[in-house]
């Protein structure tokens, strides 16, 4: 069984009729779908408190204002998403909504967004789940890239193995996450109740460069933090993309999940907020300027110092760190189930290579699991495993399609209020429409943000990749239509060739030559030339020896070949036939030997698979390949020798 | 054209009558075969002094008589191989010595020590090339693994183009590294006679860790420096595997032309260590111990500090570290005139795949001198372009080959001496044979001392290659034996199948498909089926509806398959077809559109690729791809709705 290793890594293949059996209950989907939005708190108090120190002591304290705007710009996203789990019951992507009410050009831009952003999402939270681990175990902090691409190829075959089976794993450190992150909070906030505070091992440290920052630049870094803190929203569309995989009632059970995650992202990130600023977490964009870090010693995560700060150095400290890589990586998941969904839609559309809209043999996207996998590991291996470098590309392609996702919210609540004349209904969609205006304006006003504080940083990759990206798809969607419209046939149809001819192509008298000139008399073409090309003058004429000794009854005809060169003398001998006779079709016979392993190919002239390739692109011509496996005996017989093909 | 990058690089194609005008006159087969040997001077005595200098300045006291000892063996072997070049007019390489006189083993072994050591000399000879630049230029010794690939990648394209050509290119930097020597030795001796004597810039430097050295250490480390000079003779045998290659006479101008050589690298070698003696050049295998080299610079070669002493910084010691690099990266060409001629020899035997025996269209052996290229890139990558550390691979090949080849002459000798009655022959034999043994014994106990002295150094990943190199070559051969035995065909010849199936594999109804039917229906088979697999039930259906509105005069049978694979289901028609008649040869017609651009194809399945590399493994199949060429417009015709194929 060739297959083996595939089978033992993605299990067996899955029949197509049991599509419907991996459909999602909600307490499944959670983890498939938010592991993304939930692990975000890991990093994202982190980040706002990393930009904010760079503005000193003053600006540090604003961190509860900027954490209270990405509050309640999560408040209001997951509120106009949930309108979009109920208007789009078959999945409301930001692409799939821009397409039905912006139209093509702003579907590809929301389409580009969301490629380019899982990629990055994948990238960043495989990233940060790893820097969880070498927070734990500073040893491995120079592995950092290997174990990370590691992780993305461990989803990777998770993927390929289905997405039911992948909730039930990814179940266990979501949960664990979100129970562990709840102990920490009630463990701190009842340490401080009880006069005990905790503080960070950063508390006590400060950074070089740091002094009061007034005026603009103060601004600009408090909207640079806000923009940071920002990257708690990523994923939240994933599931209005999803709702399709809920089991039914699919709406009401996708906008319930969308709730309850939200909820919980909220209280975790306002809880860890809290307690980073109790706490005193100091962290610095580049680690050497960051004075009182023990020599030698890396920077641990915002989430490591709290968790040391409460635990000490027990199990508890090590579980919180295990479950927020679990979940962080985890979170890469989000992107597993989005991008290869994103991708067969848009392949089917034409706007990228239809193998992406293959299931394969497990019911999953393969192609596009597999393609998102490597475009991962490649830009983690760029950017070297750092959160900061690769955060900075981050978060831009999701506010595009957050703003226009929404937007089409809008437009379809309006297109709606033109035919719906119920008054109870004109009003619910009236508020509808201004939960998603809002939500338009905020995302709009967070990508204007996101965009002027990081572009400098890194944020200028994106907005080249996308417009990219757009074009790219663009031009595929351009070539299908082509080829579509000249695959059209005529309405009569196509000419039935007035004669065959058929060439079989010799170098040796051997078995496989023998069995092509037989199958070629089998065929009982109109012509029937058997043509070799001279190289070399010795082996032409050995040739013809044991040709005359054989006695074969097909004459030869040799070409000459100066250049040693096969290819160019066969394709002008069929031009050649063709031009005397254009209605006719020449069918070059090619004898080929078969060996069983890939590596013994190797050993053998690849200037047939040359010729052949050429072959095609001469019209009037088939080529046909005559196989002769080597590790089986042919019947042999005399009628080869007769001197014309009888029929029975 | 799209042959045109091509062409550009390496020239247009040379026709084959015109192999006899690449012979060589002397004054270019001297650059083109000499200057592996000429050039090993520019290392060799380097390298003699970094390792007594492990000694002490006791031992340093010694390189006159090391260096002396590989004169005398430069002598000895050299007068061996002018024999070869009379005894072996047709090319009297290792290879080709040994199979005549001792047999297959002894000459595949010498083959696998001539292969490795060729890729090595590609790899020392760039390599300390580059050195001998970023001497001059510090600046470029971080980029000395990019720069050593481009020279290599250079050699490459030059031999591409031919031996003549090269031989052109090549003599100027020879000739010049002759001259340029010989200026320097001049000078050197001119200042010492008139008692300015010229003083290295490492005289005052001292080495770490250096004591006085005595007992067997002291010997083993004289016997290393001693292995270590012998890099001097590498390439020798050059010129006795390239006797065919020199305008007639041939064996004479081929001895003479290696006289000449001798002389000319035992009067430099000789001299260039002479000079490094008064110089007093320090040389530490660590750069890091030699006390006294400024801080942050790299180690120059000694040839370089002896150019700095005796010229300054004037234009000529830049002249002499421009032909030393010149000559060292075209060294590199000895082993690219060797290794392709060699590889295609021992493909010709079937001990190397037979792509590698076939001229390209220049004339060259294309395939060796890409592989050769590619390996010793590889391999300057892998030993992060340092001299000292691949020096330890190198020459363990060289002195197998020596001592084989110089066995097989001795052998060769007695045979001859069976046969010759006449006196002066005999006499003249004698002398030879006597001269090949020494030859013989005294290569063989330079090897014994090689691998005694390096073997801890990085002998040993020689010592495994040339085992393994030589099993390949083993299993290569045994394979071509099993395929040529199976595909020598029967005395009676073929049997003729009894009828011909044609099916017609169809996805959609478009011209590819009409254009394959209609091909099918020429070839008047006996049986015709249009076969579909469904993996899509709505798109099956479509499909039905269509072929029955077209009113295709064949039938469409499906195929179910619940896995949505399309290889299987048809390898298992095709398989049931031939279970019920298996002298019946099944004639598998595939539909293929081809599109003009290697980039559009990857925006198509690929699923008939792999379907007609599955069918191949499939006896008594034939594969015919019908190419429906995109950019073209067929005739279309009312004979494809004819019921009945019609015969004009």
């Not at 058929?502 to 023998?514: D, E, I, Q, Y």
Request: aromatic share 8%; hydrophobic share 50%.
């Amino acid at each position: 069984m060739p297959d083996l290793p595939k089978r033992i890594l993605v299990g067996r293949p899955v029949s197509s009729d049991r599509l419907g059996e991996t459909l999602l209950p909600k307490y499944l989907a959670l983890p498939v779908f938010c592991s993304d939005p939930l692990s975000s708190v890991a990093y994202a108090t982190e980040q706002i408190v990393l930009v904010l120190g760079l503005g000193g002591l003053a600006l540090l304290h604003l961190t509860a204002w900027v954490a209270a705007g990405v509050v309640a710009l999560m408040v209001i996203v997951v509120a106009s998403y949930r309108q979009t789990c109920h208007a789009y019951p078959t999945g409301g992507g930001a692409y799939a909504v821009s397409r039905a009410n912006l139209g093509r050009s702003a579907a590809l831009v929301a389409a580009s967004a969301l490629l380019v952003d899982y990629v990055l999402t994948v990238a960043v939270s495989v990233v940060a789940g790893v820097a969880a681990i070498t927070s734990a175990v500073p040893a491995l902090v120079p592995h950092a890239v290997a174990i990370s691409s590691a992780f993305v190829l461990v989803l990777c075959v998770m993927n390929l193995r289905g997405v039911k089976e992948s909730g039930r794993v990814f179940a266990l450190p979501t949960y664990g996450f979100v129970l562990s992150i709840a102990a920490l909070l009630a463990v701190g906030a009842w340490r401080a109740a009880s006069g005990h505070p905790v503080l960070a091992e950063s508390a006590s440290y400060s950074i070089v460069g740091t002094h009061r920052t007034v005026g603009l630049l103060a601004v600009f870094l408090v909207l640079r933090a806000f923009a940071s803190g920002c990257t708690a929203l990523t994923g939240v569309e994933a599931i209005s993309n999803g709702v399709p995989s809920f089991q039914p009632p699919k709406s009401r059970n996708a906008a319930t999940t969308l709730l309850v995650m939200g909820v919980l992202a909220v209280l975790m990130f306002a809880g860890i907020t809290a307690l980073a600023i109790t706490a005193r977490v100091h962290m610095a964009e580049d680690p050497r300027n960051l004075i009182g870090l023990p020599a030698g010693e890396a920077q641990k995560t915002a989430l490591a110092q709290l968790a040391t700060a409460v635990f000490g150095r027990s199990p508890m400290f090590y579980a919180v760190q295990a479950f927020t890589a679990g979940i962080l990586v985890l979170a890469a998941n989000t992107a597993f189930n989005g991008f290869p969904a994103l991708a067969s839609i848009l392949a089917a559309d034409g706007y990228l290579p239809k193998q992406l809209a293959r299931r394969g043999d497990r019911l999953v996207f393969s192609n596009g699991i597999v393609l998102l996998a490597l475009l991962a590991v490649a830009l983690i291996a760029a950017f070297g495993a750092s959160v900061t470098a690769l955060i900075q590309l981050y978060i831009i392609g999701v506010f595009v399609s957050f703003t226009l996702s929404q937007l089409g919210m809008v437009r379809h609540w309006g297109k709606r209020l033109l035919v719906i004349r119920d008054r109870a209904g004109r009003r619910s969609m009236h508020r509808s429409r201004a939960v998603n205006a809002l939500g338009a304006v905020a995302t709009a006003v967070v990508l204007v943000i996101v965009l002027l504080t990081k572009f400098v940083h890194g944020a200028w990759i994106v907005t080249i990749a996308m417009p990219l990206l757009y074009l790219l798809m663009c031009s595929i969607r351009r070539h299908y239509d082509r080829v579509a419209l000249r695959l059209t046939p005529a309405p009569d149809g196509v000419m039935l060739p007035s004669r065959v001819h058929a060439v079989v192509l010799v170098s040796k008298l051997h078995t496989p030559t023998l069995r092509a000139l037989a199958f070629a008399r089998a065929t009982r073409p109109d012509t029937l030339t058997a043509l070799t090309v001279q190289t070399n003058e010795d082996e032409t004429q050995q040739l013809q020896r044991e040709w005359a000794a054989r006695e074969v009854p097909v004459s030869l005809t040799e070409l000459e070949s100066p250049y040693r060169d096969v290819t160019k003398p066969v394709l002008d001998y069929v031009a050649s036939v063709l031009r005397d006779s254009p209605r006719d079709v020449v069918a070059v016979f090619i004898p080929e030997y078969v060996v069983r392993h890939w590596w013994e190919h190797l050993l053998h002239n690849q200037s047939a698979l040359r010729l052949k390739a050429r072959l095609l692109f001469q019209p009037g011509v088939m080529v046909i390949s005559v196989p002769a496996q080597l590790w089986i005996d042919y019947p042999s017989g005399s009628a080869q020798r007769a001197g014309e093909p009888v029929r029975q």
